[in-house]
């Protein structure tokens, strides 16, 4: 599916009455099969847009509109920063939620809750409540859960960014394997350059005060295995690139902080 933002404003009104302009005439494509990265300074309105284009939040002006679908609400797979797993149900009960909701007949719902909990290599921890899960495991669980409903988007915001160091480079890597058997248009916001270069096709930089598109940056490197020695220079350069863009917005957020 192919992904429109055009022209979207949003506007807010803060706690003392004045408007806020969180983005400015945002536009961009999510082209089918395609990653792109929102990345920028804290409060240039990263999950501002990711919550417009998942439709839990309308824009002020300017729409968002879903290309190569007949479905006139997509199926629509969010993950979060935190994951928001129920605690009285077990991990294979979270993942197949959506698909209940759904009415989705036990027999499917079963053959797609352990396909999905494969992929994201929790199988085994079917009946684990996510109490007894480690912060990884519970992402994985929360992708699965996303993933199980066959979304035709994937959206996701800063979800690995509570994760260790360590962590968070297997989750990136793994949801590159993810997406390399699912092939879906995604979505991800993120702080953090490195992980915009390695997952990006595109990296879209925004600016704050208003969030504003600074500019779009085609990673012209092969999406698996862009970290390896091969690529170490051009990956750099991007990620130079990038934080060159950033920087000074970085400074003044640090400011307000
Ligand atoms: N509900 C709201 N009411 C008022 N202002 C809001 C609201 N939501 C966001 N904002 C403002 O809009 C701007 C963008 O916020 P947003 O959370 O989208 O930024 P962000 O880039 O995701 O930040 P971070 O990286 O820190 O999560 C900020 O100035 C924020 O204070």
Known sequence: MRIVVENVDKKF???????????????FTINEEEIVVLVGPSGCGKSTLLNIVGGLLSPTNGQVYFEGTNDIEPNLGIVFQEIALFPWRTVFENVIYGLEERGVPKKEREE???YYIDMVGLTGFENAYPKQLSGGMKQRAGIARAL???????LMDE???ALDAQTRTIMQEELLTIWNR????????????????YLGDRVIVLSRHPGKIKSIINIDLPKI??????YRDQFEKYADEIWGLIRHDAQEALKEA
């Open 148 to 154: 199980c409903i066959e979304p035709h988007l994937l």
């Open 112 to 114: 797609k809750g352990k």
């Open 182 to 197: 699912t092939r879906l248009s995604t979505l991800y916001v993120t702080h953090n350059i490195q992980e915009a270069v």
């Open 159 to 161: 979800p690995f960014s």
């Open 225 to 230: 295995g862009r970290d390896s020695e091969q």
């Open 13 to 27: 009104v803060d706690n003392n009455k004045r408007e806020v302009t969180a983005l400015e005439n945002i536009n």
